[in-house]
């Protein structure tokens, strides 16, 4: 198991991004809904560095859908669109 690492930066253009680093799974997915209920208004949500989410994870996602943007890697994009996340989320994916 790789433990979960939460970092809280800005990007080019000021806007808060939660970097996500390891898995996320139900033993960590209440301090990875702390992160995010952390920052109230819109929020990047960096996955970039996450090996493995289950269903509690995404559905703290879910929970955030509205107001976050998830950058992920190609090889997490197709779990995202399955679950139904990028119908209720902005979500940006990148070369892994």
Do not use: C
């Amino acid at each position: 198991m790789t433990p979960l690492t939460l970092t809280t930066t800005t990007d080019p253009q000021g806007r808060p991004v939660l970097k996500v680093a390891g898995e996320i799974d139900l033993s960590n997915t209440a301090t990875f809904e702390t992160a995010l209920a952390q920052n109230k208004g819109p929020l990047v949500v960096d996955l970039t560095e996450v090996h493995y989410i289950d269903s509690a994870g995404m559905s703290v996602l879910f929970t955030h859908a509205e107001r976050v943007e998830v950058v992920a890697t190609s090889l997490l994009v197709p779990l995202l669109e399955m679950s139904g996340l990028t119908s209720m989320a902005t979500v940006r994916g990148v070369e892994s």
